[in-house]
């Protein structure tokens, strides 16, 4: 039978495919927007592969967050993060695609590309959750809300919203990647629902207390 560990450890995994296919996305965004001809066979092309990327991407990333969230104890405000932002990428991705058919989507807009990392770098943050006791893990966090948050940039340069898509995506795709890294160096422990530690309650508030008390100790 999967251990809870093993179940957390496929969740990394698939957390980080799904994030390497958004930016697959991302970037058939790009040239499907650079080359785009109407009711072209090319257009259509990349129209295709661009919903198959985002639909995989989608799939394999929300059961990534059902397999984590079923893995690891309490963490409530990562576990809703995480499943919240899968939703918010998809919802994105599907506009972003869809804004030459859609009037109200504005896909140069600076003022959605801020909320857009504001939100995400906010769920990255939420990460912390899962060790907020290892420095290592918590310059990997910064460097990952540093690539999110650097996501606004491309809007400033006149880049559409898919600029943001991609950044998050690598910064995601980046933090489940560090995670794995650092459990198979055996420098971060996460505890999983079975463990015999007792566990302990993670919440927004005492997610740096906790941090602070044992850098004092």
């Known amino acids: 039978m999967e251990s809870r560990h093993e179940r957390f450890s496929k969740g990394l995994s698939f957390g980080l495919a799904g994030n390497l296919l958004f ?39 929300l059961y990534a967050a059902w397999l984590i969230s079923t893995s690891v104890r309490m963490r409530t405000l990562f576990k809703v993060g995480l499943t919240a932002y899968v939703v918010l990428e998809a919802v994105m ?6 804004s030459y058919r859609i009037s109200f989507y504005a896909p140069y807009s600076l003022a959605l590309a801020i909320v857009h990392s504001i939100v995400s770098a906010a769920v990255c943050l939420s990460f912390l959750q ?32 898919y600029f943001s898509i991609i950044t998050n995506a690598f910064g995601f795709a980046l933090m489940f990647w560090s995670i794995k890294y650092l459990l198979g160096r055996e420098e971060m422990e996460v505890d999983c629902y079975g463990d015999r530690a007792q566990a302990a309650e ?16």
Not at 41 to 46: D, G, K, T
Not at 208 to 214: H, L, T, V, Y
């Open 130 to 161: 899962l060790d907020p006791d290892r420095g290592r893990f918590e310059l990997f966090v910064i460097v990952c809300i540093g690539v999110i948050l650097g996501g606004m940039l491309g809007n400033i340069l006149g880049v559409r919203v």
């Open 202 to 217: 993670y919440t927004s508030n005492t997610l740096f207390e906790d941090s602070a008390d044992n850098k004092k100790q």
């Open 23 to 61: 930016v697959l996305f991302g970037m058939i965004c790009f040239v499907f927007y650079k080359t785009y001809v109407h009711e072209s066979v090319h257009s259509r092309i990349l129209e295709a592969a661009a919903y198959f990327t985002e639909f995989l991407g989608f799939g394999l990333f």
């Open 93 to 98: 991705m599907v506009l972003e695609l869809n």
